[in-house]
């Protein structure tokens, strides 16, 4: 039996940690892991060798150079989404997965978003993008369920 494709992507800081809760679960697919490129997560390479990538680091706060990150950033997520072409992405956003889900969406993947725990009852960016996409949207709240009524209710992944 084949095991399916799944890429998990995340920005790094509290997106990548929420993410990595789900680690449990990588072995049971053939799996990628994508992030930015910081020091703070260069040791990923030596748990998850060739299975981790990176993606440019940029946050919507470095105004001058963000736009430039985020189109590199759309080439770099075609490359790796072509090289692997992943049955399912999972991620818990931010920025740099809004470019990966969309490319995934356009050439058939299923999309998994599961909102950031730091949201109790507003909307990310990422998720109004990412909900209507999504074919399964999760929220750790059951409050959020009032923000996205379409949304499962999954609970902390803490």
Known sequence: MTKSKVMFIASTGGHLEELLQLKSMFSNYEYSLITEKTKSNMYLKDI??????????????????YPFKLFMNCFISLYYYLKYRPDYIITTGVHTAGPMCCLGKIFGSKII???????????TSTGKLLYPISDKFIVQWESMKKVYPKADFGGWIF
């Open 48 to 65: 998850y060798k060739d299975k981790v990538h990176y993606l440019i680091y940029g946050t919507k706060h470095h105004i001058l150079t």
């Open 113 to 123: 978003y599961i909102e950031t725990f730091a949201n109790m009852v507003t909307k």
